[in-house]
């Protein structure tokens, strides 16, 4: 009975826009994706992880985690896929036998606080096969379609009922295993990946639960949120 963390690290990071992959942008004089690996580290409930890197940049990730005297658990670098539902299926593969609870996290997600951590695995450990983090909206939501140069909009959804998800989201192994199998499957034929993990266990007709998110897991995307996350760390380290 041993938990697996999937930190999920191949991306190139595209719309941050640096010259090298998101993950391995510093934040605080240390890459994302060691940040994201320390607070995996330090919720005491993970046993080992599986990270998956960019091309070409296994080798330098494994050296980068292997030498954190903060990351005392064992570490697999491996490579990603072409997107993030392959880089997930790809990191599942290196699951270990014991391995019965897996999370899947972004290095994205570098200010994930170990209390988030706990409340997912327990979640999980307490029956739930699938369990994400979740924030309330606070921006009012319209549902859209494209009308000429603009877009019509078709609905506005109660906003009281509406979920922001976050990472990471936990899994009892089987069923992850399961629908990475069905969406992997679906996803060849239908030309689309998954946004997120929960979304192939919701397309098994498979019951997925929300616990308490934290807004200090918010995903880096741009340069302002890069800027951001290093505002939050100097406010928590004075
Ligand atoms: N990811 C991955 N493999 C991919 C694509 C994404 O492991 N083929 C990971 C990223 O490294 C990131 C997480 O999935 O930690 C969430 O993805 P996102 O925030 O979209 O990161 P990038 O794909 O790197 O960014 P962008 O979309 O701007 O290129
Ligand atoms: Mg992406």
């Known amino acids: 009975m041993t938990t697996l963390a999937i930190l999920t690290a191949a991306g190139s990071g ?3 826009g640096r010259d090298l992959p998101k993950a391995l942008v510093e934040l605080d004089g240390f890459p994302l994706v060691l940040h994201a690996a320390r607070r995996l580290v330090a919720s005491d409930v993970v046993d080992s992880l599986v990270v998956t890197a960019p091309d070409g940049l296994v080798g330098i990730m494994t050296e980068l985690l292997a030498n954190d005297p903060r990351v005392q658990i064992p570490v697999e670098v491996t490579d990603g ?3 993030r539902q392959a880089s997930v299926s790809a ?5 270990r036998p ?3 609870v897996v999370l899947v996290h972004d290095a994205a997600r570098p200010l994930v606080p170990p209390d988030l951590v706990r409340r997912v695995v327990g979640a999980v450990r307490n029956g739930h096969g699938a369990v994400v983090p979740g924030l309330p909206v606070t921006d009012t939501v319209k549902q859209v379609r494209p009308d000429g140069d603009a ?3 078709t609905g506005t959804p109660d906003r009281s009922i509406l979920r922001a998800v976050q990472t990471p989201q936990g899994f009892d192994r089987d069923l992850l295993v399961r629908a990475h199998r069905t969406g992997a499957a679906r996803a060849l034929a ?3 990946a998954a946004t997120d993990d929960a979304g192939l266990v919701e397309a098994l007709g ?3 639960y929300i616990v308490a998110g934290d807004a200090a897991a ?3 995307t741009t340069e302002r949120d890069l800027w951001l996350a290093s505002l939050v760390l100097q406010e928590t380290n004075a």
């Open 206 to 208: 498979e019951p997925v």
């Open 91 to 95: 990191g599942l593969e290196l699951a």
């Open 14 to 16: 595209s719309r941050l």
């Open 151 to 153: 877009e019509l909009v």
């Open 98 to 100: 014991g391995d019965d």
């Open 190 to 192: 239908e030309h689309l």
């Open 218 to 220: 918010f995903k880096i």
């Open 81 to 83: 896929g072409p997107t």
